[in-house]
T-cell receptor, first 115, second 114 residues
């Protein structure tokens, strides 16, 4: 398996624009996590899914952020409208379910810069 | 709510020496997992070691070992025979057995000097 794949690797956008980050989890994994990493706040859990269903979105900062998982092999994190304070590295991670739901495997991250 | 605390923002060690990174956590769950992840400058998150809470024996992976103190809710990482390639950010993480949330501490930046 190629691992968790995120796209794009880098994104630069202007304030007010819509940004969509994409993630393809490892095949067969039941859990998908979205994280945001900044120097000030570290690694924050934004939302996670189990079998394509959002389980906990309490970390989503505000209504400008939304996440979907239309099927087991694809998820998106959308920011609309984007603001400079959204600049961060966004990670997607996936993990197996059941007895094997231990560690998560991470993608390479998307570095988002909002100017 | 579960929390993970890493009180050492930065640590340094001489090559070939031993260093210990600290981590404490808070939870009311009885079943959970603890992890240490390494993030080198490439920003890739790499699993270093894993500990199941129900196991009393401390996990080891080559030069990496943990000191898991369940009653004290402490989970430290010991790196023996440190190498230049160990220089990275190290994150302690907790995953609940009931909630399945995977949450991280704020990280410790480890520098390794020749």
């Amino acid at each position: 398996d190629a691992g968790v794949i995120q796209s794009p690797r880098h994104e630069v956008t202007e304030m007010g624009q819509e940004v969509t980050l994409r993630c393809k989890p490892i095949s067969g994994h039941d859990y998908l996590f979205w994280y945001r990493q900044t120097m000030m706040r570290g690694l924050e859990l934004l939302i996670y899914f189990n079998n394509n269903v959002p389980i906990d979105d309490s970390g989503m900062p505000e209504d400008r952020f939304s996440a979907k998982m239309p099927n087991a092999s694809f998820s998106t994190l959308k920011i609309q409208p984007s603001e400079p304070r959204d600049s961060a590295v966004y990670f997607c991670a996936s993990s197996p379910g059941g007895w094997y739901r231990t560690e998560a495997f991470f993608g390479q991250g998307t570095r988002l810069t909002v100017v | 709510a579960q929390t993970v605390t890493q009180s050492q923002p930065e640590m340094s060690v001489q090559e070939a020496e031993t260093v210990t990174l600290s981590c404490t956590y808070d939870t009311s769950e009885s079943d959970y997992y603890l992890f240490w992840y390494k993030q080198p400058p490439s920003r890739q998150m790499i699993l270093v070691i894993r500990q199941e809470a129900y196991k009393q024996q401390n996990a080891t992976e080559n030069r990496f070992s943990v000191n898991f103190q369940k009653a004290a809710k402490s989970f430290s990482l010991k790196i023996s025979d440190s190498q230049l390639g160990d220089a990275a950010m190290y994150f302690c993480a907790y995953r609940g057995g009931d909630t399945d949330k995977l949450i991280f501490g704020t990280g410790t930046r480890l520098q390794v000097f020749p």
